[in-house]
């Protein structure tokens, strides 16, 4: 079982942030077709009604923004994963194809706006003295060691930072290369970020993430932890 937390720091900062998990057992694969058919149709569909100037009136993207602003970082160095994965859509580029699990946490933080963490939760580093694997989300600070997926070395500084017992494993712009997920992940844990304080959206998110591993991962669902 994984404990999640929200830091004093991120409550008085951000205190309209509402956190929905997925933790499910899975099967990851190269890029599905099928998932991509999918895909495909959705982003089609997503062009004929959105344009780069749609992202201001998105509340979840724009909600991340701020929250960054609270923290002390500028969103638009720092973009949030989730607008940075909508303006290349809305720019009419491919995404990337890496994974069956990435591109569906990629599909539905298009849907959703929302910034979504992805990590092996096998790689979760627990607390020694007593087993449980804790993340807490507070506040990134400066000269903090992260590793960005793709990155390289990553300043966290201001940013929203998921940690466990050795350190930080993810932001709302980069996850971190020790917990990402590869071929062999057996065991998801997916987070949805919502800085915009709607628990049903965040939630439905969490559903809509359920639904595609139920589809595409041989997984019957996992569940839906609130916090």
Same mark, same amino acid.
């Given at each position: ?10 409550? @008085? ?20 077709? =099928? ?24 509340? =979840? ?5 701020? =929250? ?57 580093? =627990? ?59 057996? @065991? ?22 359920? @639904?595609?591993? @139920? ?13």
């Amino acid at each position: 079982m994984i404990e999640l937390n929200v830091s004093e720091d991120i409550r @008085q900062r951000c205190p309209d942030f509402v956190g929905a998990a997925v933790i499910a057992n899975v099967r990851n694969s190269q890029p599905s077709p =099928a998932l991509w058919e999918e895909i495909d149709r959705f982003i089609a569909d997503y062009r004929t009604r959105y344009t780069i100037d749609s992202i201001k009136a998105m509340p =979840a993207i724009q909600a991340t923004r701020e =929250a960054y602003k609270r923290c002390g970082k500028d969103p638009s160095r720092y973009r949030p994963s989730s607008e940075a994965l909508v303006r290349r859509t809305l720019q009419g580029h491919d995404l990337y194809r890496v994974s069956t699990l990435v591109d569906l946490i990629n599909l539905a933080s298009i849907a959703y706006g929302y910034s979504i963490g992805g990590f092996d939760a096998d790689k979760i580093c =627990a607390v020694h003295d007593s087993g449980a694997k804790i993340l807490t989300l507070g506040i990134g600070q400066e000269s903090e060691p992260y590793e960005g997926i793709g990155r390289g070395p990553l300043n966290i500084a201001g940013l929203p930072v998921y940690r466990d017992a050795i350190g930080g494993i993810g932001t709302p712009t980069s996850d971190h290369e020790r917990t990402k997920l590869s071929l062999e992940t057996t @065991q998801l844990l997916a987070i949805v970020n919502g800085y915009d304080g709607n628990r049903e959206t965040t939630n439905a998110c969490a559903t809509f993430i359920q @639904q595609l591993l @139920q589809r595409y991962a041989d997984s019957d669902g996992g569940k839906i932890i609130s916090f």
